[in-house]
């Protein structure tokens, strides 16, 4: 990309830990600078000038809210609708995810306070007002509606970002540059694959190492666009979707998920929708079944219509997904 753009993350921490680092994994993964609390908690007034200057600096604004409303500062309010306020009062654009059933939340992560939970309704309907808002109840939804929202926001509202145009390098230096980067993510992959020696793959089966070939559907203002072809390395693919598939998500959520994180690996612009087709999520399914990376299973309410289809990593799958993050000795290393 041309420019490098940061965006602030501001949530309650405590209730949403799991949500912030996997939504900060993901941003990052995109090719985002991600700055929120866990550097700098909003506890007191001196630390909230602090974050003030970094939200200044930062370039779209990314508020999540479940159930709880937090802690307060002297004036009454949250530090999480204080970081609000600033950024609004700032003109930086508000991209705000709302749980979409709060009532469900476990007790251990709610207020538990009456006057907390008003203002939470409050806050909520104030971030509703004048925007578009977002609503999530799983982690991996959350992940996929944010790298989706902040991509169409840059595509809408494209920001300052940190290479400003009086200060870029050579256009052909960048090119190269970016050349440079695939080709070393491409060789790193390679090395991983040569170094993950003790997970058995069967032979006759298209591998890790080879290219799976999918169709994503997008439509952009209304209108459905030609499918779009995408050839991509199935270990790649697997190791990107490894948060996604921890959580064991319902196979009729995956499409657009799928859909999201293969068009960030192909350097393919995303849509206002992005779909992957039903025969190219089936096909990778099983795929990635054959190859005992993960292994389907049926859930049932008890009911016909409720049937489903869940994906579960095995632990080969595990095994496999930690050995190509992990970080490897060098030779020098003793």
């Known amino acids: 990309m041309d420019k490098l753009y940061q965006v602030f993350l501001s949530s309650t921490f405590v209730d949403l830990i799991e949500e912030r680092r996997a939504v900060s994994n993901m941003l990052a993964k995109a090719g985002y600078m991600v700055a929120g609390m866990e550097l700098f908690p909003a506890t007191d007034q001196q630390q909230f000038e602090y974050i003030k200057t970094v939200i200044d600096r930062s370039d779209y604004y990314i508020v999540i809210t479940a159930a709880r409303y937090g802690s307060l500062s002297g004036g009454g309010i949250s530090f999480t609708e204080m970081e609000y306020d600033y950024a609004q009062a700032r003109g930086i654009p508000v991209l705000a995810f709302l749980h979409g059933n709060p009532g469900s939340i476990a007790s251990d992560r709610t207020d538990r306070d009456a006057e907390k939970e008003n203002k939470l309704v409050a806050f909520r309907d104030r971030l509703k007002s004048n925007r578009l808002v977002e609503t999530w109840n799983d982690v991996g939804d959350l992940c996929a509606r944010v790298v989706i929202a902040v991509g169409n926001e840059k595509t809408l509202k494209p920001?300052?970002?940190?290479?400003?145009?009086?200060?870029?390098?050579?256009?052909?230096?960048?090119?190269e540059l970016a050349r440079l980067n695939v080709e070393n993510a491409?060789?790193?992959?390679?090395?991983r694959l040569l170094q993950a020696t003790e997970i058995h793959f069967d032979p006759d089966l298209i591998g890790p190492s080879d290219n799976l070939e999918l169709t994503v559907s997008q439509w952009h203002d209304g209108k459905k666009r030609p499918p779009l072809k995408l050839s991509?390395?199935?270990?790649?693919?697997?190791?990107?979707l490894y948060d996604l598939l921890l959580m064991g998500p319902r196979e009729d959520s995956l499409d657009y998920?799928?859909?999201?994180?293969?068009?960030?690996?192909?350097?393919?612009?995303?849509?206002e929708s992005n779909?992957?087709?039903a025969l190219s999520l089936v096909r990778l399914r099983d795929q990635l079944e054959a190859l005992g990376l993960i292994k389907p299973e049926s859930q049932s309410d008890g009911?016909?219509?409720?049937?489903?289809?869940?994906?579960?990593?095995?632990?080969?799958g595990r095994q496999y997904a930690s050995s190509m993050r992990a970080l490897k000795r060098t030779a020098n290393h003793y």
Do not use: C, Y
Request: glycine letters at 8%; zero cysteines; proline letters at 2%.
């Open 186 to 191: 491409r060789l790193h992959e390679q090395l």
């Open 159 to 175: 920001a300052v970002g940190w290479i400003r145009g009086d200060q870029a390098a050579d256009p052909k230096v960048m090119q």
């Open 232 to 240: 991509l390395r199935i270990g790649l693919l697997f190791v990107n």
């Open 257 to 271: 998920k799928i859909a999201s994180v293969a068009l960030l690996l192909a350097g393919e612009q995303e849509m």
């Open 303 to 316: 009911s016909l219509s409720g049937a489903s289809v869940v994906w579960m990593v095995t632990n080969k």
């Open 275 to 277: 779909t992957l087709d």
